[in-house]
């Protein structure tokens, strides 16, 4: 029994050693699992911080991409209305559109009858300028016979001139001689002063012989109406320089009448600025009228100190329409604030109104005037054929007119001169009368 146990209890001690070799191998086996299972659990540990760390940049981009497309759901909302605003802009434009194409139809459908009716005008143009050539040659046919009666006249008028001119010598030479037989009665010192000098004057041809200040005073003193008898002398000498056909004013007769006017300033006590405003209106406007023809009217112009004026008596024949005397003077004095072109247009204008209605001879002589002031100062005028061919064609006076008009000039009184004087212009009857400026402001 005594064995048993023993038996026993070594079966017990070996089996105790066995289980605890066993366990000592097995807490091996369990720290070695372990230490695995630890580092096993560090690796997951890191990989899951690092999928926490993924995971929460994703879910920032996530967030950036909503917002990202909430702006891009505004952005296509709002190109959505603009898409439809377009559509509804497109639909009116198609109508414009559809508008247009109609109004393009009719218009050239309009184009097309006025391109027919144009072709029928000049159909007509071209039977007009067939009648035309007949007309120039009919109007050819009438210029020279016009131009042979002008001569006619031209001779006449001289031959009534020089007689004129004998009657009025033996006028004088009548008035001497009795001056001579009625010294017994009274008569004025002044008006013996003026028979003599005037008298006195005859003796001298101004435009030949140089003549002094002393001279020109004594015949100026001796006469009653001193500015009267210059004006006549103006007159007198530009009638004979416009009967003899001549260019101008010689330079010594335009020195003698310069002289006459600064002597006659004199007498006044006055400059010559004063000699012509103290003049008649009439007288002065005669003035301006029969020297603005010639090529020295400045000069004699200036010389009297009128230049200046000049512009405002040009705005005052503007004003009263006499547009011919007005292109005259701005061509002759050079004026850069007006056009002469202009003024003879829209004398042409005033020409064509008056011939529509009823053509006469003055209507001749204006365009007449209008077409030598167009050729001296090379102005370019349009005038129709028209116009020409009714004015050169009308037959209420067949005779042929007058072209040169004449300008009186008011007779002085008791003056030992003429009665009057006349002188030829290149311009109508009723444009001359325009060179009276009815305005009594001050100027001429």
Same mark, same amino acid.
């Given at each position: 029994?005594?064995?048993?146990?023993?038996e026993?209890?070594?079966t017990?001690?070996v089996t105790?050693?066995?289980?605890e070799s066993?366990?000592?191998?097995?807490c091996?086996?369990?720290e070695?699992?372990?230490?695995?299972s630890?580092g096993i659990?560090r690796s997951?540990?890191?990989?899951?911080?690092?999928l926490e760390?993924d995971?929460?940049?994703?879910?920032?981009e996530?967030?950036?991409?909503?917002n990202?497309?909430?702006?891009?759901?505004?952005?296509?909302?709002k190109?959505q209305?603009q898409?439809?605003a377009a559509?509804?802009e497109s639909?009116?434009?198609?109508?414009?559109?559809?508008?247009?194409?109609?109004?393009?139809?009719s218009e050239?459908?309009?184009i097309?009858k006025?391109?027919d009716?144009?072709e029928a005008?000049k159909r007509?143009?071209?039977?007009?300028?067939i009648e035309?050539?007949?007309k120039r040659?009919e109007l050819?046919l009438?210029?020279n016979q016009?131009?042979?009666?002008e001569?006619?006249?031209i001779?006449?008028k001289?031959?009534v001139q020089n007689t004129?001119?004998?009657l009025?010598?033996k006028?004088k030479?009548?008035?001497?001689?009795?001056?001579?037989?009625?010294k017994h009665?009274?008569?004025?010192?002044a008006?013996?002063?003026?028979?003599f000098?005037?008298?006195?004057?005859m003796r001298?041809?101004?435009?030949?012989?140089?003549?002094g200040h002393?001279?020109?005073?004594?015949? %100026?003193?001796? +006469?009653?109406n001193?500015r009267?008898?210059?004006l006549n *002398?103006?007159?007198?000498e530009i009638? $004979? #320089?416009?009967r003899k056909?001549?260019?101008g004013?010689?330079?010594?007769l335009?020195?003698?009448l310069?002289l006459?006017?600064?002597?006659?300033a004199?007498i006044?006590?006055m400059?010559?600025?004063?000699?012509a405003?103290?003049?008649d209106?009439e007288?002065?406007?005669?003035?301006v009228?029969?020297?603005s023809?010639y090529?020295q009217?400045?000069?004699l112009f200036?010389s009297l100190?009128l230049?200046?004026?000049?512009?405002d008596?040009v705005?005052?024949l503007?004003n009263?329409?006499?547009?011919i005397p007005?292109?005259?003077?701005?061509s002759?004095f050079?004026?850069?604030d007006f056009?002469?072109?202009? %003024?003879?247009? +829209?004398?042409?204008?005033d020409l064509k109104r008056?011939a *529509?209605e009823?053509?006469?001879n003055k $209507? #001749?002589?204006r365009l007449?005037?209008?077409?030598?002031?167009a050729?001296?100062?090379?102005?370019d005028?349009?005038?129709?054929?028209?116009?020409?061919?009714?004015?050169?064609?009308h037959?209420?006076?067949?005779t042929?007119?007058?072209?040169?008009?004449?300008v009186?000039?008011p007779s002085p009184?008791?003056n030992?001169?003429?009665?009057g004087s006349?002188?030829?212009l290149q311009v109508?009857?009723r444009?001359?009368?325009?060179?009276?400026?009815p305005?009594t402001?001050?100027?001429?």
């Amino acid at each position: 029994m005594e064995k048993t146990c023993v038996e026993d209890e070594l079966t017990l001690t070996v089996t105790r050693l066995n289980s605890e070799s066993k366990r000592r191998k097995i807490c091996k086996s369990l720290e070695k699992y372990k230490a695995d299972s630890a580092g096993i659990l560090r690796s997951v540990q890191d990989h899951l911080d690092m999928l926490e760390t993924d995971i929460e940049k994703k879910s920032r981009e996530v967030e950036t991409k909503e917002n990202k497309l909430q702006v891009l759901s505004l952005k296509l909302g709002k190109v959505q209305k603009q898409i439809k605003a377009a559509e509804i802009e497109s639909g009116d434009k198609e109508k414009e559109l559809n508008l247009l194409r109609n109004q393009i139809k009719s218009e050239e459908n309009h184009i097309e009858k006025q391109t027919d009716a144009l072709e029928a005008k000049k159909r007509e143009i071209k039977a007009a300028e067939i009648e035309a050539g007949d007309k120039r040659k009919e109007l050819d046919l009438l210029r020279n016979q016009i131009k042979s009666e002008e001569t006619t006249l031209i001779e006449l008028k001289k031959s009534v001139q020089n007689t004129q001119r004998e009657l009025e010598l033996k006028k004088k030479e009548l008035r001497t001689t009795s001056s001579v037989f009625v010294k017994h009665e009274q008569q004025p010192v002044a008006a013996e002063a003026e028979q003599f000098s005037g008298d006195h004057l005859m003796r001298y041809e101004i435009s030949s012989v140089n003549l002094g200040h002393l001279e020109v005073s004594n015949v %100026l003193r001796a +006469k009653r109406n001193p500015r009267g008898y210059v004006l006549n *002398l103006v007159e007198g000498e530009i009638m $004979d #320089v416009h009967r003899k056909k001549e260019s101008g004013l010689g330079e010594l007769l335009l020195k003698n009448l310069v002289l006459f006017f600064e002597e006659l300033a004199e007498i006044k006590k006055m400059g010559p600025v004063s000699t012509a405003a103290q003049g008649d209106t009439e007288e002065t406007a005669l003035l301006v009228t029969s020297v603005s023809n010639y090529k020295q009217g400045p000069k004699l112009f200036h010389s009297l100190g009128l230049k200046l004026k000049i512009p405002d008596y040009v705005i005052g024949l503007i004003n009263n329409r006499h547009y011919i005397p007005a292109a005259r003077l701005v061509s002759l004095f050079d004026l850069k604030d007006f056009s002469a072109q202009n %003024l003879l247009m +829209k004398a042409v204008i005033d020409l064509k109104r008056s011939a *529509l209605e009823k053509a006469d001879n003055k $209507d #001749v002589g204006r365009l007449k005037a209008i077409v030598e002031l167009a050729a001296d100062y090379k102005l370019d005028i349009d005038i129709s054929a028209d116009l020409i061919a009714k004015l050169m064609f009308h037959k209420e006076n067949p005779t042929p007119p007058e072209l040169h008009c004449s300008v009186e000039a008011p007779s002085p009184s008791a003056n030992g001169g003429s009665s009057g004087s006349r002188v030829g212009l290149q311009v109508p009857k009723r444009e001359t009368k325009a060179f009276v400026n009815p305005s009594t402001n001050g100027r001429f």
